[in-house]
């Protein structure tokens, strides 16, 4: 049995438009889904500028350095330094306050916008701004009992600098996630 070439001819144009077909189809999918996509993007793009914005905002307003010149600013540079640890002590207890609930109020957005390997970080900031908090309090009730505080200043400064890693790493991670880069867990 012998196929005839306007047989073939007939069969290879009706394997092309069956190709074409699906791949226009394909490209309509791509063109729906392609600003679907931006969108969904520019929604974890913001979700994760306001994270790492509270989350630089906490670590500036607990800053000893910040703290302490605040303190001898709104009293005319009269404290000494033991009186400055109580002052940086009770602001830094105050101002961790009030970030914290704004740095909780961003975990939620950023957990929903995923994935999974940004919002790890996430939780080691979060952690790391409690135990900032948790040793100011600390901090707060020694002086309450006029125990000795020790160096309140690298204190709070190792606490900073705990939540300073944190943050560094959350903005690794979520700069590599929104590029396109895949990346291992850094240095946390």
Not at 19 to 29: S, V
Not at 71 to 77: G, H, T, Y
Not at 83 to 109: F, G, M
């Amino acid at each position: 049995m012998t196929i005839s070439g306007d047989t073939w001819q007939t069969a290879v144009t009706a394997l092309a438009a069956v190709a074409a077909y699906a791949a226009g189809r394909a490209q309509a999918a791509g063109a729906r889904l392609g600003p679907v996509e931006a969108v969904r993007r520019q929604h974890q793009r913001d979700a994760y500028a306001a994270f790492l914005k509270v989350a630089n905002d906490f670590e500036k307003e607990t800053r000893y350095s910040t703290l302490a010149w605040a303190s001898q600013r709104d009293n005319n540079q009269g404290l000494d330094s033991t009186a400055l640890d109580h002052e940086v002590i009770r602001r830094c207890t105050t101002a961790s306050d009030t970030a914290l609930v704004r740095i909780n109020e961003a975990v939620p957005v950023v957990a929903l916008e995923g994935p999974d390997e940004i919002t790890r970080p996430v939780d080691a900031v979060v952690d790391a701004a409690y135990e900032l908090m948790g040793r100011a309090e600390v901090l707060l009730r020694a002086i309450e009992r006029n125990d000795a505080l020790g160096n309140v200043e690298a204190e709070l400064n190792a606490c900073s600098q705990k939540l300073r890693a944190a943050t560094g790493a959350f903005t690794w991670m979520a700069r590599g996630y929104l590029n396109g880069e895949k990346r291992r867990r850094p240095w946390l």
